[in-house]
C-alpha cells in the first residue's frame, strides 16, 4: 500500500494544491493508500517512520519540495524498514526531481509510481549521522543556508510567494562579509591544502540551490560524489561569475576545481558551516560518506 507524506506549504501552497490533484486522481482509480499531512518543519520523518512500522505501507510517497525529500528519506532509513520511495515534486526548488528526471506534472509522476515500473538504486550522502538526498556543503553556502533559515524576511517572502527572494539576500548579505580561509580537503586519502577557500560542495546530483549546475559531473547512482571547491577569487570576481553557475559553465573558472570519491573530509582553519540539503548539519570538520545505492526510487 502506497503512503503519501504532503508538505502542504512547500512551493508557497503548491503542495495543498498538488495534493488535491492526486486525491482526485486516486479516488478516481479505487486506490487504497494512507495520508499524512505534515503540520511543521522535521514532522515528515516522524510521519515517514510511523507509517511504516504502524500501517501496511510499502511505498512511500513524498509530495513537496527538496525539504520534504530529504526528511522522509530520513525517516525511511531511521525505522529500519527498506521500502521503494517515490516523489511528487511541489516544491520551490525540486533538485532531487530534477536530478533524477522525474516528471514535472504531478498526474505523471503518479503515474508513473503507481506503474511501479522503472525503479532504481540511487546513493545518499550521510554526513553527521543523517542522510542528504543532494548535497552537503560548507563554507559560504553553509552560511548562506544558516542565516536564512534564522532570518525574519524569510518567513515574511514565504507568505508572499517570493521565498527563493530570501537566499538571494542571504547570499549578497554573506558575499560582503565572508572571509575565505584555508581548507585541508582529503578525498578517498588524498590530501589537498587549498588556500582562500570560498566553499566545498558534496553532491549527488548535478543541480543546487534551485537550479544551480553546481557539480554537472555528479551520477546519482555511480558510488561517488562530485565535490566542488571555488576558491583563490576576489568577492567582486566570484559576484562576477556567479551566473556562470546556471549553466554549469563555472567548470571552466581558474577558481574552480572538481574532485570525486566516496569518502570526503572537510578540515578548515575556521569552523566552517555544514548544511545538507540546506539545512544546517554540522560544523567543520567534518566527514561525508556516499552511503552507496541506499534507496530504491520509483523513477
Ligand atoms: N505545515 C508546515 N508548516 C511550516 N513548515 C512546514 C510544514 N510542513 C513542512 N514544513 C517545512 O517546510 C520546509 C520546506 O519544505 P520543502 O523543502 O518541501 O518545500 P520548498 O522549500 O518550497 O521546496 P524546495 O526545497 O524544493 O525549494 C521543510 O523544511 C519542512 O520541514
Known sequence: MLGFIVNPVAGNGRGAVVWKRLETELKRRGAVYRVRMTSKEGEAKKLAAELLQKEEVTHIVAVGGDGTVSEVINGISESGICCPFGHVPAGSGNDFARGHNLPSDALQALERILAAGKQKRIDLLRVNGQLAVNAV?????????????????????????????????????????????????????????????????????PNYGGGMLICPGAVPDDGLAE????????????????PLIYRGAHVRHPAVRFFRGRHIRIQAENPLVVHADGEVADVTPVTVEVARQRQVVSL
Open 227 to 242: 565535490v566542488c571547491v571555488v576558491s583563490g577569487v576576489s568577492r567582486w570576481a566570484l559576484l562576477r561569475a556567479f
Open 137 to 205: 556543503g560548507a563554507g559560504f553556502d553553509g552560511q548562506v543556508a544558516k542565516i536564512t533559515n534564522e532570518a525574519g524576511y524569510k518567513r515574511w517572502l514565504n507568505r508572499v510567494r517570493l521565498g527563493t527572494l530570501s537566499y538571494v539576500i542571504s547570499m549578497l548579505r554573506v558575499l560582503v562579509s565572508y572571509q575565505p580561509c584555508r581548507v585541508m580537503l582529503t578525498v578517498d586519502g588524498k590530501q589537498e591544502q587549498l588556500e582562500n577557500v570560498w566553499l566545498i560542495a558534496v553532491a549527488n546530483i
